[in-house]
């Protein structure tokens, strides 16, 4: 029997569960009213109703995904023991080659084989999976049917089915929200774990101070020293993320948010805000390709222009530039929601001595505004630092040490992308450098976004 | 009896009248919140303000200033003026304004600074001191004369906000106090506090009688009572009744007054 | 009038108006069996006069305890405060009219039930029944808070005085005559007075009720009988 095919048995098992516990409580119901007793039943009819179904789903339900990942490998172990595989080769390989070749024939994938060895074991496998398909499908309508009569005889006028019901929602939605944070656990040991094994390659103190980045000799077997110096990409990084990009966002942001919390009528305010925050919705590639084939030769013609040597056609401040404007919104959005939060009474206070609007501002209304302003901005730098698509396409690949803004460097995203685009083999230490980077980026982010959480957190507990 | 109360309040001839408002009417979009009120404030006499909420009390405190300006849908008719000049003719500078017409507000507001950079704010702004030294000795006396001093002497730096609510009251009036206004008006300045910091507001406002006109709006009656020489009584957007405060506590005329202040009211 | 918002403070207020009418029913009825003690020589009524005046005074106190209670909680303004504090000070002259009343009846023994005086006693009666109407009559006014009648007792207080007059003349002159019975008289004499004390103080309550019931007070009037003496 075909999984979809008991699945939908199930399902129908279900609804006949929930029809018919229903129906029974229905009629317990009736006959407590009968009585005169309106409290003789505990819960709802639907509630009984979605217990038993419950009760006739859940256990058979993983029943099934258990059998799922076990029974593969029992068909496998019987068709081994079939007299057909007797001739099998000894090596694993090409064994497994086989093996696939006869399921892929058996389940019908493939109408023929190109392996002779394959062709003998089709029958064999045909014969497991049917027969242990068959095993599955009966123990899951056995439990279901148990589960289901367990649950349908506890249908009784003072069964709480109501709260079993909701531990049970309790239960589910718990599970879910356990999920996404087993997946980041999962995500930090498979991060943690590669970036051990690079390490155990690469000392982490030339890793985390060397500074030449050249992984690509490592590949080709000019050694492991000297190669890893991650320093150059960290500054690049830093130079890109939080100093050009910065320089952009942030006096912008701020004025921005400035104008359209202190200034702005509302009815413009109620245009330009969602304006300004539909530049965080542009896809990055979008920003990328701007830079790269806009902003970056401007400014490369600009440089050569005013005299300045070294200037690149891919360049830092290309990709900073673009990149600043692409975090005003995440700059000016917190910055507007602090100044906001701002209470008026101290708006008014100051203009009740006598202050102008903008004496205001500057002096009472952004230093009270300034710790969510900060909060807002650290979360901007750990969003800009971790920014891909702009400086693969702006920032270029030379991994240079160095100040000038026209020149070509490259990031620890850049980095990444390059280590693990293409076929790549997972046991050099030229791959697993993409996991140490990525281990480092993550440590940093992580680390901004708990103190920018803190500060903001700290700052409207202030006003609350 | 009759002799006693009409000591409390001076002559009309004798008293220094600070502001005059005539049928002022303030509306807010279609809305009118004050139906012609006029009204004198004099230099001598602390005037309240009371009404139920929603009267148009604290409105109306607001056009005295031109705090009514920040409200981009409020409108002003009539005229109020402060020392016989009309406070919304064109030429007046509001920044200026509001540099004579201070204003003390319900919840203690003080700015994120130092209690030093609080009073020193509005000095620097209009440009009051000459020096450092001089900032000092503007700071002490604001809060000498706020009462505060003695409570904050030693830690003038440290942050405004850090101080208990009363003190923060009393550190925003002498924020006021700082600039040397003319007139303080205080909408519901003891609304947040507990009774013993409220007395001590009371007190204060006793103590600054006389060299400021001050006017004090207040949800509470006795508050009224106890620190006003004139009380003013709005309803419904109008002035129903004006006068000494004694008169309006014992023997009101307006029947809508004696309801709202013995407890009848609504 | 409309009710207060609290309706525990209008009860208050209800209960201290019941307490003031209870206390000037006994004062007058006080009065009223004082004098026809008086008339009949009856010395058991005489008794029960000053027994009753202890009900009086203990009113006095529940009266002075709910209007400090009422001002501490309640803390009644204009009209409200005006009641209170001539509740309060109302109750202070109606004991003393009580007093008054059981000073008349502490002299009725003192007095010999004989022909002697029945001459200068006549005119005691109607003397008091005048005193005992303008005090109920003020506690009526200020159950009712009703300022015409407060004036029109303050304007009888002359009718009382003017019998004080007539009293005095006659007991002087009668004294004159009549040598053996100056002790009696004597006592008759200070009946009079007490009455003419109590008609005095009718007018003081009828004040104070005129002043919480129009917030002004009674200009200033003659008072024409307490020249004489006092």
Known sequence: ?464 | MTAMIQEQAKPAAAVETKMTARDVKVFYGEKQAIKGVSIDVDMDNVTAFIGPSGCGKSTFLRTLNRMNDTVASARVEGTITLDGEDIYAPAMDVVQLRARVGMVFQKPNPFPKSIYENIAYGPRIHGLASGKADLDVIVEKSLRRAGLWDEVKDRLHDSGTALSGGQQQRLCIGRAIAVEPEVILMDEPCSALDPIATAKIEELIHELRGRYAIVIVTHNMQQAARVSQRTAFFHLGELVEYGVTSDIFTNPKQERTKDYITGRYG | MAEHTIKAFDQEMDKLRGLIAEMGGRAESAIEKAMLALQRHDKVMAADVVAEDKRIDAIEAEVEKLAIEIIALRAPMANDLRDVIAALKIVGVVERIGDYAKNIAKRVPLIAANQRTQEPIALLPSMGQVAGEMVQDALNAFAARDADLALAVVERDTVVDDFYNSVFRTLVTFMVENPKTISECAHLLFIAKNIERIGDHATNVAEMVYYAATGQTLPDRERGGQSQED
């Open chain 1, 1 to 464: 029997m075909t999984g979809p095919a008991i699945l939908l048995l199930l399902a129908g098992l279900g609804a006949i569960a929930w029809v018919s516990a229903r129906a029974r409580a229905l009629r317990l119901q009736g006959a407590a009213r009968a009585s005169g007793r309106r409290d003789a039943m505990h819960s709802l009819p639907g509630y009984h109703g979605w217990y038993v179904a419950l009760w006739t789903l859940v256990p058979a339900g993983i029943f099934l995904a258990v059998w799922a990942n076990v029974a593969p490998g029992l068909v496998v172990q019987q068709v081994l023991s079939s007299p057909a595989a007797q001739s099998l080769p000894a090596d694993d390989f090409s064994r497994s080659a086989i093996l696939g070749e006869a399921r892929a024939i058996a389940t019908g994938q493939q109408a023929g084989a190109f392996n002779p060895l394959s062709q003998g074991l089709v029958d064999p496998y045909r014969d497991a999976l049917g027969k242990f398909g068959m095993a599955g499908a009966a123990l899951a309508l056995v439990l279901a049917f148990a589960g289901g009569a367990y649950a349908f005889t506890r249908v009784r006028p003072d069964f709480r089915a109501r709260t079993r019901v909701e531990r049970l929602v309790m239960a589910t939605l718990l599970i879910a929200s356990l999920l996404a944070i087993i997946t980041t656990l999962g995500i930090v040991v498979s991060l943690l774990w590669e970036s051990f094994r690079f390490f155990s390659m690469v000392s982490p103190i030339d890793f985390l101070f060397g500074t030449k980045w050249s992984p690509q000799s490592a590949a080709l077997g000019y050694g492991n020293d000297d190669a890893f110096g991650a320093v150059p990409l960290f500054w690049g990084t830093i130079f890109i993320g939080a100093v050009i990009a910065m320089a952009v966002a942030i006096p912008l942001g701020l004025m921005s948010a400035i104008y359209l919390t202190q200034y702005a009528s509302p009815t413009l305010r109620k245009w330009m805000k969602p304006t300004l925050e539909m530049l965080a919705g542009v896809p990055t590639v979008v920003y990328g390709y701007f830079a790269a084939l806009t902003i970056a030769p401007a400014l490369r013609d600009f440089a050569v222009m005013i005299g300045i040597h070294g200037a690149s056609s891919e360049s830092a401040l290309a990709a900073g530039l673009v990149m600043g404007v692409m975090i005003i919104p995440f700059v000016s959005s917190m910055a507007d929601d602090s100044i906001a939060a701002v209470p008026q009474s101290m708006r008014d206070g100051s203009l009740a001595m006598g202050a102008t609007t903008s004496e205001t501002i500057r002096r009472v209304l952004i230093p009270a505004a300034l710790p969510g302003v900060v909060g807002g901005v650290l979360l901007a730098v750990s969003r800009a630092i971790g920014e891909t698509m702009i400086v693969v396409m702006a920032a270029g690949l030379a991994a240079n040490l160095t100040l000038n803004p026209f020149a070509s460097v490259t990031t620890v995203t850049t980095q990444i992308v390059q280590l693990l685009t293409g076929d790549q083999e997972f046991d050099s230490a030229k791959t697993l450098a993409a996991f140490a980077l990525g281990l480092v980026l993550f440590v940093v982010t992580l680390l901004l976004n708990i103190v920018a959480l803190r500060v903001v957190k700290k700052y409207r507990e202030a006003y609350e």
